[in-house]
């Protein structure tokens, strides 16, 4: 199986200021015959389902504010948000849907300082 | 606009089976891969289960495998988790969600607001 880890497991970053959260997988996630990575992350706000941001490691989603960006490759990524919003508090996910069983990291919850 | 509906959750024994579903709207559900996971209480995300287009192709969880079966049935646009043997950490909000094409390894791009699966005596 495929392991996802996050780091870190939570940051507090003032608004406006950059966010930055690292996700990794025990193995390559990037499919060769397509250049595609299949890497995804998701955002949760309490209360409420995920909600998909980011997909190939690094596609913003229809409507996703250009603040938050995702970059990497192979087994490493990050998601980036360039300037933290109050409504970005919430926990980030990312995902690799690559090879059964798929997984998720254990996400990393983002909070305002 | 895509809604992707839960119901079918509720209290039930160690030991016994719930069948929860989700109802598809907005989409052509036949045309889309459809998944389940699930989320324990003040937990993260665990990926369920996985059904391509046809059926044809389906995956489950190392945790799951041999008491969950996915199923879809397309003419009422409805994707079924029929869970037999259930243990206390099956306990969690169950999502269904909407493959972003065909093949089961396209990832998810929506996810429904969950019905809530609790196991216990």
Same mark, same amino acid.
């Given at each position: 199986?495929?392991?996802m880890?996050? $780091?870190?497991?939570?940051?507090?970053v *003032?608004?406006?200021?950059?966010? !930055?959260i690292?996700?990794?997988?025990?193995? &390559?996630?990037?499919?060769?015959?397509?250049?595609?990575?299949?890497?995804?992350?998701?955002q949760?706000?309490?209360?409420?389902?995920?909600?998909?941001?980011?997909?190939?490691a690094?596609?913003?989603? $229809?409507?996703?504010?250009?603040?938050? *960006?995702?970059?990497?490759?192979? !087994?490493?990524?990050?998601?980036?948000?360039? &300037?933290?919003?109050?409504?970005?508090?919430?926990?980030?996910y990312?995902?690799?849907?690559?090879?059964?069983?798929?997984?998720?990291?254990?996400?990393t919850?983002?909070?305002?300082? | 606009?895509?809604?992707?509906?839960?119901s079918?959750?509720?209290?039930?024994?160690?030991?016994?089976?719930?069948?929860?579903?989700?109802?598809?709207?907005?989409?052509?559900?036949?045309?889309?891969?459809?998944?389940?996971?699930?989320?324990?209480?003040?937990?993260?995300?665990?990926?369920?289960?996985?059904?391509?287009?046809?059926?044809?192709?389906?995956?489950?969880?190392?945790?799951?495998?041999?008491?969950?079966?996915?199923?879809?049935?397309?003419?009422?646009n409805?994707?079924?988790?029929?869970m037999?043997?259930?243990?206390a950490?099956?306990?969690?909000?169950?999502?269904?969600?909407?493959?972003?094409?065909?093949?089961?390894?396209?990832?998810?791009d929506?996810?429904?607001?969950?019905?809530?699966?609790?196991?216990?005596?």
């Amino acid at each position: 199986d495929i392991v996802m880890t996050q $780091s870190p497991d939570s940051l507090a970053v *003032s608004l406006g200021e950059r966010a !930055t959260i690292n996700c990794k997988s025990s193995q &390559s996630v990037l499919y060769s015959s397509n250049s595609k990575n299949y890497l995804t992350w998701f955002q949760q706000k309490p209360g409420q389902p995920p909600k998909l941001l980011i997909y190939w490691a690094s596609t913003r989603e $229809s409507g996703v504010p250009d603040r938050f *960006s995702g970059s990497g490759s192979g !087994t490493d990524f990050t998601l980036t948000i360039s &300037s933290l919003q109050a409504e970005d508090v919430a926990v980030y996910y990312c995902h690799q849907h690559y090879s059964v069983p798929f997984t998720f990291g254990p996400g990393t919850k983002v909070d305002i300082k | 606009e895509v809604q992707l509906l839960e119901s079918g959750g509720g209290l039930v024994q160690p030991g016994g089976s719930l069948r929860v579903s989700c109802a598809a709207s907005g989409f052509t559900f036949n045309n889309y891969a459809m998944s389940w996971g699930r989320q324990a209480p003040g937990k993260g995300l665990e990926w369920v289960s996985v059904i391509n287009k046809s059926g044809g192709e389906i995956y489950y969880a190392d945790s799951v495998k041999g008491r969950f079966t996915i199923s879809r049935e397309d003419s009422k646009n409805t994707l079924y988790l029929q869970m037999h043997s259930l243990r206390a950490d099956d306990t969690a909000v169950y999502f269904c969600a909407k493959g972003r094409s065909t093949s089961s390894y396209s990832g998810i791009d929506f996810w429904g607001r969950g019905t809530l699966v609790t196991v216990s005596s």
